[in-house]
């Protein structure tokens, strides 16, 4: 039997135009199908004819059993490995309200602050449990993990130390050897560049008389042990060397935290705070300093402020710190952090208090305790007398392997070093647990388990038992039913403008259907409850996924290989441009450091380039917006024995398929460089053409783009770098796994395949829609952009398209122009939230524009509903020019205008109310209410607030 109509197609949901729309859309463009389209869009000699070599898409349905069986190939063991990753239990109110609720897991980076003050709060809650449990002053909205958290303290410090040009930098760091061995290879991978010697050792062997910027601690250090770091801290203090301490921040509920005793900047992961392990991630790391680097803090930092009418208004402060301002002077180059995963921990903190999060960290150390006294009662040998919840059992190899088969047998993982048995005890354990755990290690010693070893005594030695508050700020205190935190987190969550509401057309973002048939594997215990570091045997349905994605990637970029280790755009950079070094280095031309990058790069491309020790020489655009391929030409010439690399976006930002594009590369390669491709914009590659066809050599793919995880509000995200055979032997290695090309490169990311759990959503994804739903989703991109260009060019100036006069997936409109009537970007910016609408992406890469990316996932319906607000927005700057209007009390410089303006018993405005917020019909029966009124940045950075304030300070602002 074979039945021909194949039923229910997944990309037939996932694409938003209908059969029919498509119709009205190409005559609205005035040509006569898709395919014509397409021609017009993307020149000829880069286009693929060949289908992708991508298995048949599977239904929905299919796939959803096709991923359980996969994740029943993951063993989930009862796991005490520890190093960092820990279990925890997810709270189910969490877990369903916010982890599985696409209207926050669908926001996007809060930019907008008056349609983002939920998140806003979430990731100031997050902010200030960190900067409660550290001790610190001052923490950030999340890093990416442990390891590159570790490592931009690094950076910060070096560039402190050695802020002034002296001759000679202070460039080395100490780095002491109880510092998990995967946070240390990271740490090696950023230091090679910069030329920062990583110095390892015992802390107490120091020599302080060395010159030293820094020296790393982990605490409590990798065998779990609490060291007194008190006298030495304030030693390396009185030497002006910056101490960080990487930490583990529920440990610092029991323990005085480094904040305490001087510490410079303390990091780690919140990932035991109810994120998942997921096998590497997602988890948000934290950083937490002092007030006096709060300039040269790495990340996004909430701060408070305050809007028009003088109100409590939340917004990302300091934005002038951050590569996309700064771009080849900035210190970092993070983009994409991990703000859901922030959220989540913040809000584990909310519901649980500071009573409870003591209780969970002593029920942990009690049982820790239960198990060591139980140990040491059986003759074993313990490596330490303090502790919190980790111990180390030391062994002969003998011991070490029969412990091992023993455990193995039980599906028991622990943590096995050189003469070393580590066992962390989490939340998840249970007294029973620990009892069976202790039984089979007095089997091993044939000896019996004494009943009066157990004392109530603390391993946490007396002078370092913490003895401060902490979390006691309202917000911490107030939700601990499930109904109060239901409600809390719902009423934020009504603050924000997700894609649950609308279309969020942001350019180079690519803002699409992030489906629930691909978000929800990412909670099935299979997946999300595997530690990074289980043994293989664990871990096949990973290893499964994993190598099908590195081959589907490798095949939609027309590359050889893969490495899914780097953990967002900016890192997937930052790891290819470390290939391309090490391919130079082996070729004998480790001079090669000149990387040429577009001035409409996006800002991350110059950071990385900087990170990885490269000079950045700026290539000029023409007036088409297309690279000046003579400026090209003379600036490759010029540095010919110095060219390390080309780093190229393509599409364009400008959003256009340049046609030069392999002239460009053949310039590049022609001059000994090697050609690097910004993947940000595959929304309008896949399928259709690929930067292997076009002969580059590396690109990222940015998966929370165009592979549809979702933004979650500024993370997570992946950036895998896909290679051609050139650089496939320097993929990044990991210490932990089997991973990377055979010349390797050390890790980029703590983990080895960096947030290993959302690659299910791209590989849901991609298997859903199979090679022809992949090439639909990209035509449909292009339709849809070149359908709002038709809607939207006689009233707007569109800048550059292509020689055809056809945009790619994205288009820029110039506002430029009504600078003369007092308006600029952002006011037209902030009076589309009064029609319902997320801004499109501002002044990138061009000052004064809306760059606008509808994706495929959007229907004719919804590119109508934001064309007709656009038209009637420009109708409102006919106003103004024509002086029927205010110049400079108008409905765009007023807004967004709250419902506690319109409901005032005053209105004072020159205009109704009407129209200020029901400006077209559809808005009466859906209508969206910023929380705010316009977010004051300048005074939010001059008076910077990054924690939870006091409640006085709610009263001030209020008087
Ligand atoms: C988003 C983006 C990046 C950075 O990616 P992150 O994942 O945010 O680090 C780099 N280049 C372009 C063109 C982008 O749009």
């Known amino acids: 039997m074979q039945i021909t109509n194949k039923g229910d197609r997944f990309a037939d949901r996932h694409i938003g135009p209908s059969k029919e729309a498509l119709n009205e859309m190409l005559n609205t463009l005035n040509i006569a199908d898709l395919d014509m389209l397409i021609d017009e869009t993307i020149p000829s000699d880069i286009r693929m004819r060949k289908e992708l070599d991508i298995s048949e898409a599977m239904s929905e349905f299919e796939y959803l059993n096709h991923i359980k069986a996969l994740g029943e190939k993951n063993i989930i063991a009862d796991n005490y490995i520890g190093q960092g990753y820990y279990g925890t239990i997810t709270p189910s109110v969490i877990l369903r309200n916010i982890f599985q609720n696409p209207g926050w897991y669908t926001q996007y980076t809060p930019y907008q602050a008056e349609i983002a003050q939920g998140r806003l709060e979430a990731l100031l809650n997050f902010q200030t449990m960190v900067s409660d449990l550290t001790g610190m002053a001052l923490a950030n909205a999340s890093l990416l993990d442990e390891g590159t958290a570790a490592a931009e303290a690094m950076s910060m410090f070096y560039g402190l130390k050695n802020k002034r040009a002296k001759d000679e930098p202070v460039s080395k760091i100490f780095v002491d050897s109880g510092v998990f061995d995967h946070t240390v290879e990271v740490l090696l991978t950023r230091a090679e560049p910069m030329d920062i010697e990583v110095v390892m050792g015992d802390w107490k062997e120091m020599d302080l008389e060395d010159q030293y910027f820094a020296v790393l601690l982990q605490y409590p250090d990798k065998h779990g042990e609490i060291e007194d770091f008190r006298n030495f801290v304030s030693k390396l203090s009185d030497k002006g060397i910056y101490s960080i301490f990487a930490a583990d921040l529920l440990s610092l509920a029991l323990i005085t935290p480094p904040g305490e005793f001087g510490a410079d900047a303390v990091v780690g992961l919140t990932q035991r705070f109810g994120v998942p392990m997921g096998f590497g991630g997602p988890h948000a790391a934290y950083f937490a300093t002092r007030e006096d680097f709060k300039r040269n803090i790495p990340g996004r930092i909430i701060g408070v402020s305050r809007d028009r009418d003088d109100n409590y208004a939340l917004r990302m402060a300091l934005q002038t710190r951050e590569q996309h301002i ?85 599906r028991i993982n622990f943590f096995y070093a050189d003469g070393e048995i580590r066992i962390s005890i989490d939340e998840t354990k249970s007294d029973q647990q620990v009892r069976d755990l202790l039984q089979m290690f007095a089997d091993i010693k044939s000896g019996d388990i004494a009943h009066d070893f157990m004392s109530e005594n603390s391993y946490i030695p007396t002078s370092l038992q913490r003895s401060s508050a902490y979390l006691t700020h309202e917000i911490f205190n107030q939700h601990h039913s499930e109904t109060k935190m239901m409600r809390y987190i719902k009423s934020l969550e009504n603050k924000d403008l997700s894609l649950v509401h609308a279309m969020i057309p ?95 790069a996006h800002g991350t491309n110059p950071a990385s380039a900087v990170m990885t020790g490269m000079k950045v020489v700026v290539v000029k655009c023409d007036e088409k917006g297309n690279i000046d391929v003579d400026d090209l030409r003379d600036k490759a010439d010029q540095h010919s024995a110095y060219l390390a690399a080309l780093m190229v976006t393509y599409p364009s930002t400008h959003g256009v398929f340049e046609s030069r594009i392999k002239e460009i590369c053949k310039i590049v390669h022609d001059n000994g460089g090697l050609v690097y491709m910004d993947g940000a914009n595959m929304n309008a590659q896949v399928g259709l053409t690929s930067p292997g066809h076009i002969n580059a050599d590396v690109c990222h793919l940015n998966l929370h783009k165009t592979f549809a995880i979702p933004h979650g509000g500024g993370g997570p995200g992946m950036g895998p770098i896909c290679v051609n055979e050139k650089l496939k032997p320097f993929l990044p290695g990991h210490i932990y796994a089997d991973c990377g090309g055979n010349k390797a490169i050390k890790a980029v990311s703590a983990a080895p395949y960096g947030s290993a759990s959302i690659l299910l959503i791209s590989y849901g994804y991609i298997k859903m829609l199979g090679a022809k739903g992949l090439v639909e989703s990209t035509r449909y991109a292009i339709l849809n952009a070149n359908y709002i260009k038709a809607r939207l060019e006689e009233e707007y100036q569109v800048l550059y398209t292509g020689e055809k006069g056809r945009a790619a997936h994205e288009l820029i409109i110039d506002v430029n122009p ?81 419902l506690a303006m319109l409901t005032s018993d005053e209105w004072k405005l020159p205009y109704t109310r009407s129209k200020a917020a029901y400006p077209l019909s559809y808005l009466h029966q859906n209508k969206f209410w910023a929380s705010v009124r316009r977010v004051d940045n300048a005074y939010g950075d001059r008076n910077l607030i990054c924690t939870c304030p006091p409640m006085e300070a709610y009263e001030e602002a209020e008087a």
């Open 818 to 898: 009504y600078k003369s009537l007092n308006v600029t970007a952002e006011d037209i910016a902030k009076r589309l939230i009064d029609y319902g609408f997320h801004a499109p992406t501002l002044s990138f890469p061009v000052a004064g524009t809306l760059m606008i990316e509808p994706t495929e996932s959007e229907s004719k319906d919804e590119l109508d509903r934001f064309c007709d607000a656009m038209l009637e927005i420009k109708k409102e700057l006919n106003e103004i020019a024509t002086g029927e209007a205010d110049k400079d009390n108008n409905v765009l410089s007023n807004a967004p205008h709250t």
């Open 506 to 600: 942001l350019g180079s973002c690519t803002m699409k259907l992030n489906a629930a048939s691909q978000l929800i594997p990412v909670s099935l215990p299979e997946f999300a409850n595997i530690h990074p570091f289980a043994p293989s045997d664990q871990t096949k349905g990973y290893m499964e996924l994993i190598h099908e994605l590195e081959k589907d990637l490798s095949t939609i970029t027309g590359f050889a290989a893969c490495s899914l280790q780097p953990n967002s755009g900016a890192q997937g950079e930052y790891s290819g441009l470390l290939t391309i070094a090490a391919y130079h280095k082996e070729n004998g031309e480790a001079h090669r450091d000149i990387a040429l990058i577009p001035s409409s």
């Open 326 to 410: 700064k771009r080849d002077k900035a210190t970092s180059n993070i983009c994409t952090a991990q703000a859901l995963l922030a959220i989540m921990a913040g809000m584990y903190a909310v519901y649980h208090g500071e009573e409870g999060i003591k209780t969970i960290a002593e029920n942990i150390h009690k049982r820790t305790a239960f198990l060591a006294s139980g140990l040491l009662s059986l003759g074993y040998d313990l490596t330490s007398e303090s502790f919190f919840d980790t111990i180390s059992i030391k062994c002969s190899n003998d011991l070490l392997t029969k412990v091992k088969d023993q455990a193995s047998e039980r």
